[in-house]
Protein backbone atom coordinates (compact mmCIF):
# COMPACT_ATOMS: atom_id res chain seq x y z
CA UNK A 1 0.00 0.00 0.00
CA UNK A 2 1.38 3.35 -1.29
CA UNK A 3 0.23 5.80 1.74
CA UNK A 4 0.56 9.95 1.72
CA UNK A 5 0.84 11.86 4.62
CA UNK A 6 -0.54 15.65 3.99
CA UNK A 7 1.34 17.39 6.41
CA UNK A 8 1.92 20.86 4.86
CA UNK A 9 -0.52 22.64 7.13
CA UNK A 10 2.19 21.23 10.06
CA UNK A 11 5.62 23.30 11.03
CA UNK A 12 7.78 21.16 13.05
CA UNK A 13 8.50 22.25 16.02
CA UNK A 14 5.55 24.56 16.83
CA UNK A 15 2.31 22.08 15.95
CA UNK A 16 2.83 20.70 19.49
CA UNK A 17 0.19 17.35 19.65
CA UNK A 18 -0.59 17.44 15.84
CA UNK A 19 3.49 16.63 15.12
CA UNK A 20 3.32 14.29 17.91
CA UNK A 21 0.84 12.25 16.51
CA UNK A 22 2.60 12.19 12.66
CA UNK A 23 5.85 11.18 14.49
CA UNK A 24 4.00 8.33 16.50
CA UNK A 25 2.47 7.13 13.50
CA UNK A 26 5.49 7.28 11.38
CA UNK A 27 7.23 5.08 13.75
CA UNK A 28 4.54 2.74 14.36
CA UNK A 29 4.23 2.30 10.40
CA UNK A 30 8.00 1.23 10.09
CA UNK A 31 7.78 -1.24 13.24
CA UNK A 32 5.15 -3.02 12.34
CA UNK A 33 6.58 -4.49 9.43
CA UNK A 34 3.81 -4.74 6.33
CA UNK A 35 6.65 -3.22 3.86
CA UNK A 36 4.12 -0.14 2.84
CA UNK A 37 5.43 2.59 0.87
CA UNK A 38 4.92 5.58 3.20
CA UNK A 39 5.25 9.67 1.63
CA UNK A 40 4.83 12.53 3.44
CA UNK A 41 4.08 15.92 1.87
CA UNK A 42 5.72 19.22 4.10
CA UNK A 43 5.95 22.42 4.42
CA UNK A 44 8.37 23.75 1.76
CA UNK A 45 11.21 24.34 3.24
CA UNK A 46 10.98 22.22 6.18
CA UNK A 47 13.01 18.93 5.79
CA UNK A 48 15.28 19.63 7.81
CA UNK A 49 13.73 20.62 11.20
CA UNK A 50 11.82 16.92 10.26
CA UNK A 51 14.72 15.08 10.12
CA UNK A 52 15.75 17.24 13.18
CA UNK A 53 13.23 15.24 14.88
CA UNK A 54 11.90 12.33 13.81
CA UNK A 55 13.63 9.18 11.14
CA UNK A 56 12.89 10.38 7.63
CA UNK A 57 14.46 6.96 6.58
CA UNK A 58 12.85 5.00 4.55
CA UNK A 59 10.42 7.88 4.12
CA UNK A 60 9.19 9.28 0.46
CA UNK A 61 9.43 12.99 1.19
CA UNK A 62 7.57 14.98 -0.95
CA UNK A 63 8.48 19.27 -0.61
CA UNK A 64 7.08 21.66 -3.12
CA UNK A 65 10.35 23.29 -3.84
CA UNK A 66 8.75 25.03 -6.84
CA UNK A 67 6.67 27.10 -4.48
CA UNK A 68 9.71 27.26 -1.85
CA UNK A 69 11.21 29.43 -4.23
CA UNK A 70 8.13 31.40 -5.39
CA UNK A 71 7.36 32.43 -2.14
CA UNK A 72 11.06 33.97 -1.34
CA UNK A 73 11.21 35.69 -4.38
CA UNK A 74 8.03 36.95 -3.91
CA UNK A 75 9.21 38.54 -0.27
CA UNK A 76 12.42 39.78 -2.05
CA UNK A 77 11.15 41.40 -5.34
CA UNK A 78 8.59 44.67 -4.85
CA UNK A 79 8.08 44.30 -9.06
CA UNK A 80 6.75 40.80 -8.26
CA UNK A 81 4.42 42.00 -5.49
CA UNK A 82 3.32 44.86 -7.77
CA UNK A 83 2.21 42.47 -11.01
CA UNK A 84 0.22 40.18 -8.62
CA UNK A 85 -1.78 43.20 -7.01
CA UNK A 86 -2.55 44.03 -10.21
CA UNK A 87 -3.54 40.65 -11.29
CA UNK A 88 -5.25 40.13 -7.98
CA UNK A 89 -7.32 43.85 -9.05
CA UNK A 90 -8.61 43.05 -12.38
CA UNK A 91 -10.34 39.67 -11.60
CA UNK A 92 -7.32 37.19 -11.21
CA UNK A 93 -7.69 37.02 -7.73
CA UNK A 94 -8.28 33.32 -7.35
CA UNK A 95 -5.51 32.60 -9.82
CA UNK A 96 -3.15 34.41 -7.70
CA UNK A 97 -4.05 32.94 -4.76
CA UNK A 98 -3.79 29.73 -6.00
CA UNK A 99 0.05 30.59 -6.23
CA UNK A 100 0.26 30.76 -2.37
CA UNK A 101 -1.59 27.83 -1.45
CA UNK A 102 -0.57 24.70 0.17
CA UNK A 103 -0.82 22.23 -1.13
CA UNK A 104 -0.76 23.65 -5.15
CA UNK A 105 -2.75 22.11 -7.59
CA UNK A 106 -0.09 20.91 -9.52
CA UNK A 107 1.46 19.58 -6.97
CA UNK A 108 -1.36 17.57 -5.83
CA UNK A 109 -1.98 16.05 -8.79
CA UNK A 110 1.98 14.64 -8.55
CA UNK A 111 1.68 13.60 -5.55
CA UNK A 112 -1.28 11.58 -6.09
CA UNK A 113 -0.49 9.83 -9.04
CA UNK A 114 2.53 8.25 -6.67
CA UNK A 115 -0.01 6.80 -4.12
CA UNK A 116 -3.12 4.79 -2.86
CA UNK A 117 -4.41 6.71 -0.41
CA UNK A 118 -4.13 10.19 1.19
CA UNK A 119 -4.42 10.55 5.30
CA UNK A 120 -4.66 14.33 6.95
CA UNK A 121 -3.06 14.05 10.21
CA UNK A 122 -5.60 16.26 12.59
CA UNK A 123 -7.66 18.03 9.93
CA UNK A 124 -9.42 20.96 11.25
CA UNK A 125 -10.59 24.21 8.87
CA UNK A 126 -8.59 22.66 6.29
CA UNK A 127 -10.46 22.16 2.60
CA UNK A 128 -9.94 18.61 1.55
CA UNK A 129 -8.25 19.30 -2.12
CA UNK A 130 -7.10 16.22 -3.04
CA UNK A 131 -9.71 14.55 -5.84
CA UNK A 132 -8.19 11.26 -7.47
CA UNK A 133 -7.29 9.30 -4.46
CA UNK A 134 -9.54 8.01 -1.23
CA UNK A 135 -8.76 10.45 1.52
CA UNK A 136 -9.00 9.86 5.18
CA UNK A 137 -8.81 12.30 7.99
CA UNK A 138 -8.05 12.31 11.54
CA UNK A 139 -10.01 14.78 13.27
CA UNK A 140 -8.19 16.33 17.15
CA UNK A 141 -10.41 18.39 19.05
CA UNK A 142 -14.38 19.47 17.75
CA UNK A 143 -14.20 22.35 19.58
CA UNK A 144 -15.69 25.06 17.04
CA UNK A 145 -18.56 22.83 15.87
CA UNK A 146 -19.35 22.23 20.28
CA UNK A 147 -19.30 25.63 20.40
CA UNK A 148 -21.23 26.75 17.67
CA UNK A 149 -22.94 23.82 15.58
CA UNK A 150 -25.21 26.59 13.72
CA UNK A 151 -22.13 28.05 11.84
CA UNK A 152 -19.75 24.70 11.75
CA UNK A 153 -21.49 22.08 11.54
CA UNK A 154 -21.96 22.36 7.70
CA UNK A 155 -18.14 22.41 7.55
CA UNK A 156 -18.08 19.68 9.12
CA UNK A 157 -20.91 17.92 6.99
CA UNK A 158 -19.25 18.55 3.73
CA UNK A 159 -15.95 17.19 5.10
CA UNK A 160 -17.19 14.07 5.71
CA UNK A 161 -18.96 13.60 2.91
CA UNK A 162 -15.75 13.73 0.83
CA UNK A 163 -13.50 12.11 2.74
CA UNK A 164 -13.71 7.81 3.38
CA UNK A 165 -13.35 7.20 6.90
CA UNK A 166 -12.82 9.94 10.00
CA UNK A 167 -10.45 8.69 12.74
CA UNK A 168 -10.30 10.33 16.31
CA UNK A 169 -7.91 9.51 19.06
CA UNK A 170 -9.90 9.49 21.99
CA UNK A 171 -13.39 9.45 23.09
CA UNK A 172 -14.93 13.30 23.42
CA UNK A 173 -14.45 13.53 19.80
CA UNK A 174 -15.23 10.30 18.94
CA UNK A 175 -19.01 10.73 20.76
CA UNK A 176 -18.89 14.60 19.34
CA UNK A 177 -18.75 12.98 15.85
CA UNK A 178 -21.37 10.43 16.77
CA UNK A 179 -23.54 12.59 18.58
CA UNK A 180 -24.01 15.46 15.99
CA UNK A 181 -23.58 13.14 12.76
CA UNK A 182 -25.31 10.29 13.21
CA UNK A 183 -26.40 8.95 9.69
CA UNK A 184 -22.78 8.34 9.17
CA UNK A 185 -21.35 6.61 11.65
CA UNK A 186 -20.24 3.56 9.41
CA UNK A 187 -17.28 6.02 8.54
CA UNK A 188 -15.75 6.84 12.66
CA UNK A 189 -12.99 5.07 14.18
CA UNK A 190 -11.55 5.69 17.21
CA UNK A 191 -7.75 4.53 17.08
CA UNK A 192 -5.59 5.64 20.71
CA UNK A 193 -1.93 6.49 19.49
CA UNK A 194 0.93 6.70 22.05
CA UNK A 195 3.28 9.81 21.66
CA UNK A 196 6.46 7.64 22.30
CA UNK A 197 6.67 4.06 24.07
CA UNK A 198 6.14 3.25 27.37
CA UNK A 199 8.77 4.43 29.16
CA UNK A 200 10.42 1.48 31.38
CA UNK A 201 9.13 0.70 34.45
CA UNK A 202 12.60 2.02 36.71
CA UNK A 203 11.63 5.83 34.56
CA UNK A 204 8.63 5.83 36.72
CA UNK A 205 10.44 4.59 40.50
CA UNK A 206 12.93 8.06 39.94
CA UNK A 207 13.81 10.25 42.98
CA UNK A 208 12.16 13.36 42.13
CA UNK A 209 13.05 16.96 43.07
CA UNK A 210 10.41 17.75 45.63
CA UNK A 211 7.57 20.44 45.20
CA UNK A 212 8.64 20.92 40.64
CA UNK A 213 5.42 20.60 38.54
CA UNK A 214 5.55 20.06 34.67
CA UNK A 215 2.77 21.24 32.46
CA UNK A 216 4.07 20.96 29.06
CA UNK A 217 2.16 23.13 26.83
CA UNK A 218 1.78 25.48 24.32
CA UNK A 219 1.26 29.30 25.92
CA UNK A 220 -2.18 29.54 24.02
CA UNK A 221 -4.84 31.03 25.92
CA UNK A 222 -6.93 27.71 25.78
CA UNK A 223 -3.87 26.26 28.07
CA UNK A 224 -5.28 28.59 30.59
CA UNK A 225 -1.68 29.10 31.50
CA UNK A 226 -3.60 32.53 33.13
CA UNK A 227 -5.43 30.72 36.18
CA UNK A 228 -2.27 28.50 36.98
CA UNK A 229 0.11 31.61 37.81
CA UNK A 230 -2.85 33.26 39.98
CA UNK A 231 -3.19 29.58 41.35
CA UNK A 232 0.44 30.02 41.95
CA UNK A 233 -0.18 34.01 43.75
CA UNK A 234 -2.74 32.71 46.11
CA UNK A 235 -0.11 29.89 47.09
CA UNK A 236 2.18 32.47 47.94
CA UNK A 237 0.10 34.80 49.46
CA UNK A 238 -0.72 32.21 51.95
CA UNK A 239 2.76 31.69 52.99
CA UNK A 240 3.14 28.25 51.11
CA UNK A 241 6.49 26.90 50.40
CA UNK A 242 7.83 27.36 46.79
CA UNK A 243 6.21 25.70 43.77
CA UNK A 244 8.22 25.10 40.73
CA UNK A 245 5.85 25.04 37.56
CA UNK A 246 7.81 24.16 34.33
CA UNK A 247 6.44 25.13 30.90
CA UNK A 248 7.99 23.13 27.87
CA UNK A 249 6.26 23.88 24.26
CA UNK A 250 5.61 26.65 21.58
CA UNK A 251 5.72 30.09 22.84
CA UNK A 252 3.24 33.12 21.12
CA UNK A 253 5.29 36.32 21.89
CA UNK A 254 1.80 38.40 22.29
CA UNK A 255 1.15 35.48 24.50
CA UNK A 256 3.97 35.93 26.51
CA UNK A 257 4.30 39.91 27.13
CA UNK A 258 0.32 39.30 28.50
CA UNK A 259 1.32 36.07 30.97
CA UNK A 260 4.87 37.94 31.79
CA UNK A 261 2.97 40.81 32.74
CA UNK A 262 0.68 38.43 34.63
CA UNK A 263 3.88 36.33 36.41
CA UNK A 264 4.89 39.71 37.36
CA UNK A 265 1.29 41.44 38.92
CA UNK A 266 1.76 37.87 40.82
CA UNK A 267 5.11 38.19 42.60
CA UNK A 268 5.11 34.37 41.12
CA UNK A 269 8.49 35.03 38.75
CA UNK A 270 10.49 32.29 40.71
CA UNK A 271 7.20 29.65 40.88
CA UNK A 272 7.05 29.34 37.06
CA UNK A 273 9.40 29.06 34.01
CA UNK A 274 8.47 29.01 30.53
CA UNK A 275 11.45 27.65 28.77
CA UNK A 276 9.93 27.10 24.97
CA UNK A 277 10.31 24.45 22.84
CA UNK A 278 12.42 21.73 23.53
CA UNK A 279 14.05 18.38 22.49
CA UNK A 280 11.61 15.20 23.72
CA UNK A 281 14.80 14.08 25.63
CA UNK A 282 14.27 17.00 27.82
CA UNK A 283 10.77 16.70 27.76
CA UNK A 284 11.10 13.14 29.09
CA UNK A 285 13.73 13.84 31.80
CA UNK A 286 11.42 16.49 33.09
CA UNK A 287 8.75 13.85 33.75
CA UNK A 288 11.19 11.52 35.31
CA UNK A 289 12.35 14.34 37.84
CA UNK A 290 9.10 16.02 38.48
CA UNK A 291 6.85 15.75 41.58
CA UNK A 292 3.64 15.80 39.86
CA UNK A 293 2.36 17.21 36.49
CA UNK A 294 -0.91 19.64 36.37
CA UNK A 295 -3.01 21.11 33.42
CA UNK A 296 -5.45 23.96 33.46
CA UNK A 297 -6.17 23.34 30.10
CA UNK A 298 -9.88 24.34 29.04
CA UNK A 299 -10.45 22.25 26.10
CA UNK A 300 -8.62 19.34 24.16
CA UNK A 301 -9.25 16.23 22.45
CA UNK A 302 -7.85 14.71 25.67
CA UNK A 303 -4.53 16.56 27.12
CA UNK A 304 -1.15 14.92 26.64
CA UNK A 305 0.28 16.47 29.33
CA UNK A 306 -2.43 13.93 31.43
CA UNK A 307 -1.70 10.96 29.31
CA UNK A 308 2.12 11.44 30.13
CA UNK A 309 1.87 12.12 33.65
CA UNK A 310 0.08 8.65 33.66
CA UNK A 311 2.39 6.68 31.70
CA UNK A 312 5.77 8.32 34.01
CA UNK A 313 3.22 7.34 37.23
CA UNK A 314 3.07 11.13 38.52
CA UNK A 315 0.19 12.60 40.88
CA UNK A 316 -1.96 14.34 38.12
CA UNK A 317 -3.98 17.75 38.91
CA UNK A 318 -6.18 18.40 35.59
CA UNK A 319 -9.21 20.50 34.90
CA UNK A 320 -12.56 18.87 35.20
CA UNK A 321 -13.48 19.41 31.90
CA UNK A 322 -15.78 16.44 29.04
CA UNK A 323 -12.67 15.67 27.28
CA UNK A 324 -10.62 14.78 30.11
CA UNK A 325 -13.33 13.16 32.40
CA UNK A 326 -14.75 11.17 29.31
CA UNK A 327 -11.27 9.09 28.90
CA UNK A 328 -10.07 9.51 32.89
CA UNK A 329 -13.20 8.25 34.80
CA UNK A 330 -13.64 5.87 32.18
CA UNK A 331 -10.66 4.17 33.64
CA UNK A 332 -11.67 4.68 36.93
CA UNK A 333 -8.43 5.83 38.03
CA UNK A 334 -7.64 8.85 40.77
CA UNK A 335 -6.66 12.33 40.10
CA UNK A 336 -7.21 15.62 41.56
CA UNK A 337 -9.61 17.71 39.51
CA UNK A 338 -10.29 21.24 39.78
CA UNK A 339 -12.40 23.68 38.19
CA UNK A 340 -10.22 25.70 35.51
CA UNK A 341 -11.71 28.79 36.07
CA UNK A 342 -11.06 28.88 39.87
CA UNK A 343 -7.71 29.94 40.70
CA UNK A 344 -8.44 29.18 44.60
CA UNK A 345 -9.37 25.49 43.43
CA UNK A 346 -6.39 25.29 41.41
CA UNK A 347 -3.98 25.96 44.33
CA UNK A 348 -5.98 23.84 46.61
CA UNK A 349 -5.27 20.76 43.99
CA UNK A 350 -1.35 21.62 43.82
CA UNK A 351 -1.49 21.77 47.37
CA UNK A 352 -2.85 18.13 47.27
CA UNK A 353 -0.88 16.52 44.89
CA UNK A 354 2.61 17.91 47.05
CA UNK A 355 1.62 17.50 49.87
CA UNK A 356 -0.86 13.86 49.97
CA UNK A 357 0.59 12.45 46.13
CA UNK A 358 0.79 8.64 46.92
CA UNK A 359 -3.07 7.75 46.12
CA UNK A 360 -2.88 10.20 42.72
CA UNK A 361 0.38 8.11 42.02
CA UNK A 362 -1.16 4.76 42.95
CA UNK A 363 -4.11 6.49 40.02
CA UNK A 364 -1.55 7.21 37.58
CA UNK A 365 0.17 3.93 37.68
CA UNK A 366 -2.77 2.00 37.43
CA UNK A 367 -3.97 4.26 34.26
CA UNK A 368 -0.48 3.26 32.88
CA UNK A 369 -1.29 -0.59 33.22
CA UNK A 370 -4.40 0.08 31.32
CA UNK A 371 -2.68 2.33 28.41
CA UNK A 372 0.07 -0.29 28.28
CA UNK A 373 -2.06 -1.75 25.68
CA UNK A 374 -1.21 0.46 23.55
CA UNK A 375 1.39 0.37 21.40
CA UNK A 376 2.64 2.41 17.91
CA UNK A 377 2.55 -0.65 16.32
CA UNK A 378 -0.95 -1.86 16.98
CA UNK A 379 -1.77 2.10 16.29
CA UNK A 380 -0.25 1.70 12.91
CA UNK A 381 -2.26 -1.98 12.38
CA UNK A 382 -5.54 -0.25 12.72
CA UNK A 383 -4.68 2.74 10.51
CA UNK A 384 -3.62 0.20 8.02
CA UNK A 385 -6.96 -1.16 8.56
CA UNK A 386 -8.97 1.83 8.14
CA UNK A 387 -6.86 2.74 4.90
CA UNK A 388 -7.57 0.08 3.01
CA UNK A 389 -10.61 -0.26 3.82
CA UNK A 390 -10.95 3.28 2.23
CA UNK A 391 -9.11 1.74 -1.10
CA UNK A 392 -11.82 -1.01 -1.46
CA UNK A 393 -14.76 1.23 -0.89
Known sequence: MK???ECTSITPGESCGVETFVYSLISGFKKCGHGDDLFINILPGTRDKYESMTDLNG???????????????????????????ILRRIGFRRSVEGLFELPRDQWIKACEGETDVVLYPFHKGIR?????????????????????????????????RRCKAIVTSWPHPFQLLKQFFPEYVEKFHMIPFLPEPIPPDEDTRRSSVPRLLVYPASNGVDKNHDNLIKALG?????????????????????????????????????????????????VRWLYMICSGVVSTTKYEAFSGAVFEGF?????VACSRIPSLTCMIDSMNVNVKYF??????DIAS???????????????????RKKISDITQEKTAIKYREVLECAIKK
Open 339 to 344: DPDDPV
Open 349 to 367: SIKEIIDNPLPYIDGSLAA
Open 3 to 5: ILL
Open 234 to 282: ILKANGSELVSVVCPGFQSQDRARTLNKLIIDNHVEDWISFIGFVPRSH
Open 311 to 315: IYGKP
Open 128 to 160: IRYANKPVVIVMHDLRDLEQDPVNFKPFYLDQI
Open 59 to 85: IHVHEDLWQKRFKENYCNSILLQIQLG
